[in-house]
Every structure is written in C-alpha cells, then in structure tokens.
C-alpha cells in the first residue's frame, strides 16, 4: 500500500504554486530549504509523479502538479473545516455576524472590510464561509448567512441586493506564450481552449455569457488560486480577476493579452434575503463594502 503523503508536504506543494518559490514556500512553513527540497521529493517519489519543475527563475507546477496541489488544497479545506469545526463545538460560540462569499471577494476585498468592523467591534464574532458565487446565493436563500458577496452577474431572484464593486477580467497567460507579444480577437480566445473555474463560479459565468460559443476547456478546476497556477505552469491560458493577478502581472509571470471587443467588467454585488432590513453589524459591514468601493 502507498504510504500517505503528510499534511505538511501537501501545504508546502500548496505553497510553492502559490509563490512560484520553494525558497519562499519553506520560508512560510518556517523550515529550511534544503529540508523543505527533500520533503518534496518524497512527496514526489510516493505519488509517482514529477510535481514541480525547479529551474533558474523559480519553482513551477508541472501539469500533473497543478492537478495534484487542486486535490491537496481540497484536503487541507476540508482539514480546516474540521478543527474548525471541533474548535466550535469546544466553545459552543456561535458567529454573530455570518457572512460567505465568493472567492475572488472573500481573498482580495472581504478581509479589509471585516477588519474595518472588527476595529469599532473588537468583540464581534464573523464566522466567512468561502465558496463560489451559486453556493452563497444558496446559502443567502436558506437563511445559513446573513449577508452575502457574490460575482453573479444573472438575476437574483428572491433576493436584495447592492453593488459594491466592479471587478475586471484578463485573459493572461506565462511570457513564453505566443499571446505574450500580440493582441488577440474574442473568436480566436473562444477557438482556444482554455483553463477554467468550476461551473457555478462567478468567474465562469461572467466568461461563459461574454463567450458563449467557447469550446470545452482544457482544464477545470474549483479555485483560482489553482487555475493561476496551471497557467503559470503552461497548461493554457485563462481569464481570471485582475484582482487575483496583479502581482503576478507586476513580477512578470504573467502577461495581460488585450482582447479586441471583449468587455469582461462585472459588478460585485452583497446580497441578503428579499424584503428584509439589515441591522445591525450585517448593516455595517454593507456600508463598510459601499464606502470603500
């Protein structure tokens, strides 16, 4: 039997898509280089599978990689999600504010806005589920949160809403690519196969309604974070938040492709149940989101 990778492994696999480094992934996990560099390799040798290519300018998810870290970062969730969970039963405290939003809202722009609240309110518990836009309206519908964010950009029925944000999409891909160096049109973008997120999410839908007759994609995966890494690794290109890309665009491993006629903006809304009032923090965090936009 295949022994079982360790937690540990697998947040630093996390890790290194994310940072593009293993230098820098082991200096978050706070252990040396080297030891970091031989806990990969053993990850590598029990899956029998090359993960990372390390060369010159950095350490770059394989394609086999980048389906791999998608699997681990589920497993490492669903690991939060219990000793969450376990930490809630412990304490029996409930969050006095809930909140979900979509992941492009809840990694960029829900943590100042929270913070922002947490300063006038010290003592207020948020409890943030993070998923994509179709799940929060879900959640929104059953009364499980208070207050919703979402990237949907179809109509909410049932539902108030507000606009908070307006976000933009961009079609990026790695320097190497023949796209780095030259504008492409919205029919060649949708002759090419491309890198997507899951069904469901915001950023699926906006591209799904910008081009509807798109071939099927090249890969398919459930966060951003995993389709900026199959990019990154030269899986194929893909449209994704300018908000998700920046610094990548700013340290050159990414390139933006102007795209002639194609207007991917899209409107970030908070929603919460139709004909309710909000009060109280949930009323505060909306003003908090509106303000700052």
């Known amino acids: 039997m295949t022994e079982l990778p360790d937690l540990d492994s697998l947040r630093l696999l996390v890790l290194v898509g994310e940072t593009g480094s293993l230098g820098r992934a082991a200096q978050e996990l706070g252990v040396a280089q080297p030891s970091a560099s031989k806990r990969l390799t053993t990850l590598e040798r029990r899956l029998g599978l090359v993960l990372v290519d390390r060369g010159r300018r950095g350490s770059v998810l394989t394609p086999a990689g980048v389906v791999v870290t998608e ?54 518990h948020v409890g943030l589920r993070v998923t994509n836009s179709e799940t929060v ?28 944000a307006v976000d933009r999409l961009a079609v990026v891909v790695p320097p190497g690519h023949r796209w780095a160096r030259r504008p492409v049109t919205a029919a060649e973008l949708a002759r090419t196969p491309l890198v997507v997120r899951e069904r469901g999410s915001g950023t699926r839908d906006t591209l799904d309604r910008a081009l509807p007759d798109a071939c099927p994609p090249a890969l398919e995966l459930g966060s951003t974070t995993a389709v900026r890494g199959a990019v ?31 207007d991917l903006r899209r409107v970030l809304r908070a929603v919460w149940p139709g004909g309710r009032r909000l009060v109280g923090p949930a009323a505060e965090l909306l003003a908090i989101a509106v303000r700052r936009s």
Do not use: K, N, Y
Request: aromatic residues 2%.
């Open 71 to 124: 699997r681990a970062r589920r497993v490492l969730d669903e690991v939060s999600g219990l000793l969450a969970g376990a930490r809630a039963l412990r304490t029996s405290r409930e969050a006095q504010l809930r909140v979900a939003a979509s992941m492009t809202v809840a990694e960029h722009l829900a943590p100042s806005w929270i913070g922002e609240l947490r300063r006038t309110r010290p003592d207020l």
């Open 137 to 164: 309206l879900g959640l929104v519908r059953e009364g499980a949160v208070d207050l919703g964010f979402v990237e949907a950009c179809g109509p909410l029925r049932g539902l108030s809403t507000r606009r908070v």
């Open 232 to 262: 990154v690794a030269g899986v194929a290109p893909a449209v994704l938040s300018v908000l998700a890309v920046a610094l990548d665009l700013a340290d050159g491993r990414l390139v933006e492709v102007p795209v002639a006629g194609l």
